[in-house]
């Protein structure tokens, strides 16, 4: 992230300045250098020692941390309960889903006023039956996610998992659904997910390395025997790869999935033949990703090879290779194929041209294709809850910017779209036509277009009004342009919020993702820039009035773009950012480690090593004027320790040089998404709202 036209005079803004209580307590990690020598090169860390997890020391200093955040946060709280009440008043305290089908039920899910979790709703006729309840199993935890629930084909049971920490470490159960009777055996250690086989008694669940706590092993689990007896199905070897699986439509496989981010390799078991040994389908091989559909005609094949953004071919058996198959859709370098999902008589096919998404709907030759039309420029379009192989429908999902969520069914037959379910805000006051939704693009150092999805209240200064730049820009992930009902609480006090597409998603499809990746990566890091600046020149925003937010990888983004132009930036939001990237690519023991070596570069190599050293957040903070900051983590992290952002806080506020605060908010019974439960959600929102409106002198 950067820019210009602000320097030094942006730090002393009056807001930026916290009571002199809090002043006088101002954490102050202990330094006890630690020397870190790779390639002849040394690092001298003063707060390695943060990575001693449950210890004292660690404990205490993230006390005083969050206390510090506290402070401030206890001072800004009638602008924080002033969110909350915007947000009780907009959204429906008993908001639902749209109803979906599994295997011929119809279920649904629904808020719960004055609780935090949900329920899901087995819809029979007019009779409603609470069919879960998180509230109940959340019961008496801090943190609850329910990972997935899988119906057994009879719809006699259910198996369901469960994580009450935040490690993404889930534990399996299993319900009789006729007396909702929870049966005394349990699978710990998975990954969550659950694919049951035609014979009603066989689950198959994926278990990850209790270290690495990567996805590495498939096990069997016959229904009524320990799981300590489950039988091995696949081994993962190879670090780089994790594994998942997943069910064909037609219900006929089971589908075993190796995937790396460079190459993939699926394994195959008949789903009325549970106990047979799994099959490979096509063998790995260097830079080559597939995914594999099956119909009772033959398989249908998503590849990488040859085709950087994806060709469709058919096989009717399993096929010696890729050349042998039949090509269906060509790869188009305008076009990036995104999923396909095979009904029994026409396929559906998602795609993304010039970052604008489409679904298009033809025969199983995939011919006669008919594109499903949308409304507005910026949008975000994907299949919605689609089980049931013999439907005459696709479901998708629909919204933008300025329109909430919406289920459409597409009838195959008729070629017409019907909305089948919105979501609706309880302010009668809200009208999408008061928001300004429009597509810009943002000229890169190199000469690259940088496309950028803006939304803004009707009839505000654009010039005058301060900006909020989300960013991401990594593993391919496209960010969507979305429909927030809280974000409306910024956008009426004139904020315009703005997702800079950079390079390291697939907005413009697989080149865009390899150019922000491996040694291009710094690629990510100038677009976000270029793209505030890009803002900021062209009046779409207040120059001296620019924030901006990511998490996790886009954490690593705020922390270098923050390095690289700290006067850019009015405040940051770096949410469980990925910043000391040396010390954890060079950590295999922590989790993620080395199948991330493809995304980032693996740091014992050489080149790799000072190709990352050159932009790695946490080695490059400075004595500099940095602008105010907001750090966020959860102690469970899994995807990244919380000792990174503790460390790099504790770093960027002995370098600060300016009155900026900067603050760490650590939440102790969360992992990587955050805490758990309706209200921790949103008042993690109205504390990241009350901290820019603060920073923009916005008190109410």
Known sequence: ????????????????????????????????????????????DPYFWMNERDSKPVLDYIAEENNYSKAFFDQKQNLVNTFLTEFDRRINPEETSAPFEIQGQTFQWRQIKDADYRQLILIEGKKETVFFDENALAKGHEYYALGDFSISPNNELVAFSQDKIGRRNYTISF???????????????????????????????????????????????????????????????????????????????ILIHAVSSTSSETRMIEADKPAEKASCFLKREKDHLYEVDHHENGFYILTNQNSPNRKLVFSKSVPASIESCEILIAHSNDVYLEEVEVFKNFLAVQSRKMGRTEISVGSLNATNFDVISMPEEVYELNFSFNENYESKTVNYHYTSLTTPGSIYKYNVESKTSELFFQKTLIDQKFNPANYVSERIWAIANDGQKIPISIVYKKGIDLKKAPLLLYGYGSYGVTIPAAFSATRLSLLDRGFVYAIAHIRGGKFLGENWYQTGKLNQKRNTFTDFINAAEWMALKGYCDPNSIYAQGGSAGGLLMG??????????????????FVDVISTMLDESIPLTVGEYEEWGNPNEEDAYWYMLSYSPYDHVRKMDYPAMLITTGYHDSQVQYWEPLKWVAKLRKNQTGTAPILFDCTMSAGHGGGSGRSTERLEVAKEFAFLCSMQGINE
């Open 1 to 44: 992230m950067k820019n210009f036209l602000r320097l030094l005079s942006l730090f002393s803004f009056t807001p930026f300045i916290v009571n002199s209580q809090s002043q006088s307590h101002i954490p102050v990690a202990k330094e006890i250098p630690k020397e870190l020598v790779k390639h002849n090169h040394v690092r001298i």
């Open 175 to 253: 319900r009789e659904n006729k007396n909702g009777k929870i049966l005394k055996e349990q699978i710990p250690g998975t990954d969550g997910s659950i694919v049951w086989a035609n014979d009603n008694k066989t689950v198959f669940y994926v278990k990850k390395d209790p270290t690495t706590l990567r996805e590495f092993q498939v096990y069997r689990h016959v229904l009524g025997t320990s799981s300590s007896k489950d039988e091995l199905v696949f081994e993962e070897k190879d670090e780089r790869f994790y594994v998942y699986i997943t069910k064909t439509l037609d219900k006929k496989f």
């Open 560 to 577: 270098a773009v923050t390095n690289m132009a700290p006067y850019l930036f009015k405040g940051v939001i770096a949410q469980v950012p």
